[in-house]
């Protein structure tokens, strides 16, 4: 005789589902890589290291739109304070203040790389001698100013 209890266990699906790292291992491996993509294009990305790695004028401009957008928020809010309205205003002027400087610092760094090319294409057009002489007494004193080693 037949156990209909049995058989009906036994046609049932199992009632036990697969944990995720067995249904990941049941995975062909081309799966997994798509699966991997996908997660680490999900991720947030890691920040910098170092702060060479950094790009201030984006970070800035993030700064600003981000405290903006709070600006914005908070004065509509007539439940926030005055001084906390205040406050935010006075952080969106202060990211401005320091954008205008990275602004000015660029400006100035254009501007300087543009006088040093200009000053050794002229040098250049010198006699041989000439620039000889300049040329060693130019890295004697940039090295003593620490700009090259």
């Known amino acids: 005789m037949i156990d209909e209890s049995k058989l009906a ?24 890589q798509q699966l991997l993509r ?5 991720l947030p ?14 970070e800035l401009m993030e700064q600003y739109e981000k405290t903006k957008r709070l600006m914005d928020t ?4 007539t439940e926030v304070a005055v001084n906390q309205k205040a406050q935010v205003a006075n952080t969106l002027v202060a990211t401005l203040g320091q954008l205008v400087k990275l602004q000015d610092d660029l400006r100035l760094q254009q501007t300087l ?18 620039k000889e002489e300049f040329f060693l007494e130019y890295e004697l004193k940039a090295r003593k100013a620490g700009l090259m080693e």
């Not at 266990?9 to 997994?32: G, N, T, V, Y």
């Not at 996908?38 to 999900?42: A, N, R």
């Not at 890691?46 to 004028?57: D, I, Q, T, W």
């Not at 790389?113 to 000439?130: A, G, H, Y």
Request: net charge negative; glycine share 2%.
């Open 9 to 32: 266990k036994l046609k049932a699906p199992e009632s036990r589902a697969l944990s995720l790292e067995d249904q990941l291992r049941a995975m062909p491996e081309q799966q997994l």
């Open 38 to 42: 996908l997660v680490e294009s999900l």
């Open 45 to 58: 990305q890691p920040g910098p290291r170092a702060v060479k790695e950094l790009n201030l004028e984006s």
């Open 74 to 77: 908070c004065l509509l809010d």
């Open 113 to 130: 790389n543009l006088m040093e090319s200009t000053l050794i294409d002229v040098i250049k057009s010198q006699p041989d001698p000439f």
